[in-house]
């Protein structure tokens, strides 16, 4: 929701249509553009009236180009306090780690859809928030495609996997219900690589970041002359994925005409164009997303009843990071070892004190915001391993909490002692380590029974007495 006073961004931008798409939707969240076309006006601006009313700042890497790290630092400089957001088509994340390190606050990989871009307005100049440290950064690490580079062993989670991996097998629709930076998208591509078409066509639409205007032409395609711009006939993503699977990420934000149109293709498996005649039989395997519960959107009549049986065969939800606490830990270390892959970076250690502050936070942008976190520690980290002085900005939220006078019990380990100071039964004990064990090595129960010393048959018999959910 805009603020109720308008704040001012400096766009440093060349490309009139590019600037003209970012000034309207900085609009929407109550923002006035300055547009300036090259790195000396942006400097310049600096010192004038309008330049000390920014609030923050984006600058186009192809603006400067080489030089567009140099501009950033030349930048921050002069307004040490101003967020700087740097744009850039580059997927490398040495880019990535150059501009954090001359201070660039976020950095968004373009085409960048429209709520990426404002939600990284809103946590650049948000007082509550942390600044920088917080900031959902767009690194474009690789993802891996399968089931065990999901990191877990928390029963919810588990189930999750159980439950999507079967349902990879089959050809039937499936919705991933889960809260923003659940893991989401990383589940739907795993599902994708283990499923039978995993050759076939596939395509991922975010509902969000498409225009309302073309998104029904988008999905359903569109004839020659069918409305006024329409020159030449479109071939919508239900038709091109005939035979594969099509993606719709936030499905809860569909108007619900599209519902009702899109209920309407998948009961039918047929789709007409707007302007066809005739309509199109396809085979399209459809996977959805949504950050919202759609059963309570269909009760309070945001959501079509049709359209949700049509595409919940099997429905999958993935939990909350807060209530999956005890794999920080793992996760973690998994983190920390794919940031060491990256170039300009190094695999890191974390301290047992450094894991505790992490486990104390309560991650509202869930796995994706502890990424973010762990990303930017790293770059800034000069030691061979991260601490709690790496993450200023959590302990400043967590405060006495983070000094030890909450005790964390999960997320840091095994531990050995009760809050008393006695120590813990010896089967407790067992159990976490059994525990960390199967997240350190992401469920494969093989390499966790080596691990321990054990047979594979004496690890599942004690996963049973123990009454630790079978993660294999």
């Known amino acids: 929701m805009a603020e109720p006073e308008q704040r001012m961004l400096m766009l440093i931008d060349d490309e009139p249509a590019q600037s003209r798409l970012i000034s309207a939707l900085a609009a ?13 006006k942006a400097i310049a601006t600096l010192g004038t009236r309008q330049g000390m009313q920014l609030s923050a700042i984006i600058l186009d890497q192809w603006v400067p180009g080489d ?12 307004r040490p306090a101003l967020p700087v957001l740097m744009l850039t088509a580059s997927t490398s994340p040495l880019l990535a780690v150059e501009a954090m390190r001359a201070g660039a606050t976020d950095y968004l990989v373009k085409p960048v859809a429209p709520e990426r871009l404002m939600q990284a307005l809103r946590n650049a100049t948000t007082r509550e928030a942390p600044r920088d440290e917080l900031t959902p950064l767009t690194e474009k690490m690789g993802s891996d495609l399968d089931f065990d580079a999901m990191v877990g062993t928390a029963p919810p989670f588990r189930d999750a996997l159980a439950k999507a991996a079967k349902a990879a097998r089959g050809h039937g629709n499936v919705l991933i219900e889960g809260e923003s930076g659940t893991g989401k998208e ?6 994708y690589a283990a499923s039978p078409r995993a050759k076939a066509p596939f395509r991922m639409i975010n509902i969000g970041g498409v225009p309302a205007s073309s998104l029904e032409s988008v999905l359903f ?11 030449e006939r479109q071939v919508g993503a239900l038709q091109n994925c005939d035979g594969g699977t099509l993606v719709l990420d936030e499905v809860d934000r569909l108007s619900l005409d599209l519902q009702d149109r899109l209920a309407e293709a998948m009961q039918t498996g047929q789709v007409r164009p707007i302007g066809a005649k005739h309509s199109f039989k396809v085979d399209v395997r459809v996977i959805c997303a949504s950050n919202l519960p ?7 009549g945001l959501f079509r009843q049709e359209l949700l049986e ?3 065969r099997t429905t999958i939800t993935l939990p909350p990071l807060r209530d999956r606490n005890g794999d920080i830990a793992a996760l973690t270390r998994h983190f920390l070892a794919r940031i060491g892959e990256q170039p300009g970076l190094r695999e890191l250690g974390i301290t047992d004190a450094a ?13 994706r915001q502890l990424q973010a976190v762990l990303f930017r520690a790293a770059v800034f980290c000069d030691g061979d391993a991260l601490t709690a002085q790496d993450f200023p900005q959590l302990s400043e939220i967590i405060g006495e909490m983070a000094e030890g006078s909450k005790p964390v019990t999960e997320g840091a380990g095994v531990m050995l002692y009760t809050d008393d100071g006695n120590l813990r039964p010896l089967e407790d004990i067992e159990a976490d380590v059994i525990r960390l064990a199967i997240g350190h090595y992401r469920g494969r129960m093989t ?10 048959s004496t690890l599942y018999r004690k996963l049973s007495d123990l009454g630790i959910d079978n993660a294999a």
């Open 67 to 78: 030089q567009a790290c140099e501009l950033i630092s030349e930048l921050k400089a002069r």
């Open 294 to 300: 759609l059963a309570d959107m269909v009760t309070g």
């Open 310 to 312: 049509a595409i919940s």
């Open 186 to 191: 990383m589940l739907v591509r795993a599902m």
């Open 355 to 367: 894991l505790k502050l992490l486990a104390a936070f309560d991650w509202p942008g869930n796995v």
């Open 221 to 231: 395609g569109h004839e020659k002359g069918a409305f006024a711009g329409a020159f």
């Open 447 to 456: 390499e966790v029974a080596r691990r321990l010393g054990i047979g594979r």
């Open 28 to 40: 929407r969240e109550g923002w006035r553009t300055l547009v300036v076309e090259d790195s000396e």
